[in-house]
């Protein structure tokens, strides 16, 4: 079951001057088709500017397409009504810890959220402590923010965002800001959920090597999705990545440099175990 | 100077005052306030400040750290004293030259020092006992009766904690881009006031720009956490009042009608 989809979505930016004259428009998101399947990691890729954040922001209704629509767990995004039921079915967490970290101490800000939608204080409590245990913070419940490391303040907000109990919790490039102990602790929690809670995960990214263990992948460039496929699909096609600016992980290109120099490995290798064990093979022959 | 205001800083320690519920302190500080302008006489003040010396006493709160916090308003309190005993009218006691001293003047300036250093202990001791977090909720909590005049409380309270969290971010925020323009030529320490002034020019902009971008990006995080307002909202952690906050309310009664009943009791003035 598609838990949220997008139908010729359409999303411009229009720059008006100070007597509000339009002196530009720019179309962020450009009749973008996509569905998500309930339970999946999906990851969008693009560089700056491709419009990967502003579809990113339509899917829990802090946008609304200008044309086209979303549908989130069968909820139109336009139903501006019913808004808070998608923003509790879709979580966002987005990407300066510091600026998304609302309460004083850890577990208020935890609560913060299930305060919002009313839920009664004996269940906040459960929900905090369950959340917080998810992302391995638990013990830090006491605690100030200010206090915290970068990853740790990422993981803080995605427990916020877990205690509303989401379906699916979108990640706008949650490791811009981290150092990489602090992006593989938040990549390392992300994937965790995903598998023990079977929460849907949409993870906004330009970094490669978050996106290799993902379900599925889209590529966005200039407002449209122009990849979509698994990871190993995605990767084995070098060149269109590297036409969109996009790098590949080290690994797939040292393999993809190697196979165009005629040594026999296979497309997309992902991880420096597979072309180890591929070169060892190749060896034995 | 700025470090020096104990006025707004938590005390940490464990004590009966710590343990009241904030709007029984809030609402303690005010009556305290308003009790302290109704006095007409030195009887008054004296219960006054026995009140005040047995909550200090009772917070556990070292005097000389609440003291501290006087020094920077210090200087208020002579000038508004000065101003009261020189301009007051009334029965000549000492005179020279364009300047007379009168007997009411003398009482004025000593009731105008008196009465500013209770009001000031008396707030320290409830921001000195009570965390902001604390503070915020009685505020929301306590004054809630004025959402029937349409004052927004809870949003009041809301962005009062929102400031609190802020404060050691942009404190260090402000370190950064001072390093940022120092490293790059700025002069922020020569010169006269004005030029000092000025020099903080270049950090001011940039630190507002990034205050507000960061304003930006916390109301979007709260609207996605569905933040809409106090309606509907439930708390992670309510008040709930103790029995030692009737007991509170009750001693806090009695302080009242005694001591201004008393200090406004004819037999006693001296004016």
Same mark, same amino acid.
């Not at chain 1, 006491?142 to 490391?149: E, G």
């Not at chain 1, 330009?206 to 379900?215: F, G, P, R």
């Given at each position: 079951m598609e838990i949220v989809k997008a139908k010729d979505v359409v999303f411009e930016y229009i720059r008006r001057d100070d007597e509000g004259e339009v002196v530009g428009i720019t179309t962020a998101v450009d009749h973008v088709n996509l569905g998500i399947e309930k339970g999946d990691f999906i990851a969008i890729l693009g560089h700056n500017g491709s419009g990967k954040s502003t579809l990113a922001k339509h899917f829990n209704a802090i946008l609304v397409p200008e044309e086209g629509s979303v549908i989130v767990d069968g909820i139109d995004t336009a139903e501006s009504e019913r808004i808070w039921d998608i923003r509790q079915n879709a979580g966002m967490v987005f990407q300066n810890p510091d600026n998304q970290i609302i309460g004083q101490v850890v577990e208020e800000d935890v609560g913060f959220g299930p305060e919002n939608i009313g839920v009664p204080t004996e269940e906040i409590w459960e929900r905090v402590e369950k959340s917080l245990k998810a992302v391995g913070m638990y013990e830090f419940r006491?605690?100030?923010?200010?206090?915290?490391?970068g990853g740790q303040k990422q993981r803080i907000s995605i427990a916020g965002v877990l205690a509303m109990k989401p379906k699916c919790i979108i990640l706008d490039e949650p490791t811009a800001m981290l150092d990489p102990k602090g992006r593989k602790e938040v990549l390392e929690a992300v994937h965790e959920l995903n598998k023990k809670e079977g929460v849907t995960v949409i993870l906004i990214t330009?970094?490669? #090597? #978050?996106?290799? /263990?993902? /379900?599925k992948v889209f590529v966005m460039d200039a407002g449209k999705v122009v990849m979509q496929g698994t990871p190993r699909q995605i990767f084995s096609l070098v060149d269109d990545l590297k036409s969109l600016r996009l790098d590949v992980p080290q690994v797939t290109l040292l393999a993809y440099e190697l196979k165009k120099r005629g040594v026999n490995l296979p497309d997309g290798i992902l991880t420096t175990d597979e072309l180890v064990e591929n070169l060892l093979s190749l060896k034995r022959n | 100077m700025l470090r020096d205001i104990t006025l707004g800083q938590y005390y940490q320690t464990e004590s009966v005052i710590h343990r009241l519920d904030p709007r029984v302190k809030l609402l303690g500080t005010i009556l305290f306030f308003i009790s302290l302008f109704c006095f007409k006489n030195p009887v008054g003040y004296a219960i006054a400040i026995i009140f005040l010396a047995v909550v200090i006493f009772l917070s556990k709160v070292p005097f000389l750290f609440m003291v501290r916090g006087m020094k920077a308003i210090i200087f208020l309190m002579v000038f508004t004293s000065l101003v009261n005993l020189f301009a007051t009218k009334g029965d000549a006691v000492l005179s020279f030259w364009k300047i007379t001293i009168t007997r009411q003047g003398i009482i004025m300036a000593i009731t105008i020092a008196v009465r500013i250093s209770l009001l000031i202990i008396g707030s320290s001791i409830m921001t000195l006992t009570t965390t902001p977090n604390h503070l915020t909720d009685g505020m929301e909590k306590g004054l809630r009766f004025l959402k029937v005049i349409k004052v927004p409380v809870h949003e009041i309270a809301m962005m009062m904690s929102i400031a609190l969290r802020f404060i050691p971010i942009l404190l260090e925020e402000t370190d950064k881009i001072m390093k940022a323009q120092l490293a790059r030529g700025a002069d922020l320490e020569s010169g006269n006031v004005f030029k000092r002034v000025k020099a903080m020019v270049p950090i001011l902009v940039p630190l507002f720009i990034s205050a507000f971008r960061r304003a930006n990006d916390l109301a979007t995080a709260m609207e996605a956490r569905c933040y809409h307002g106090g309606d509907g909202r439930t708390k992670m952690k309510p008040l709930k009042y103790q029995k030692r906050d009737a007991v509170a309310y009750v001693i806090l009664a009695v302080y009242l009608l005694v001591s201004i009943f008393l200090g406004r009791l004819w037999i006693f003035d001296i004016m």
């Open positions: 006491k605690n100030s923010p200010n206090r915290l490391s330009h970094y490669m #090597e #978050e996106v290799i /263990d993902a /379900d | -």
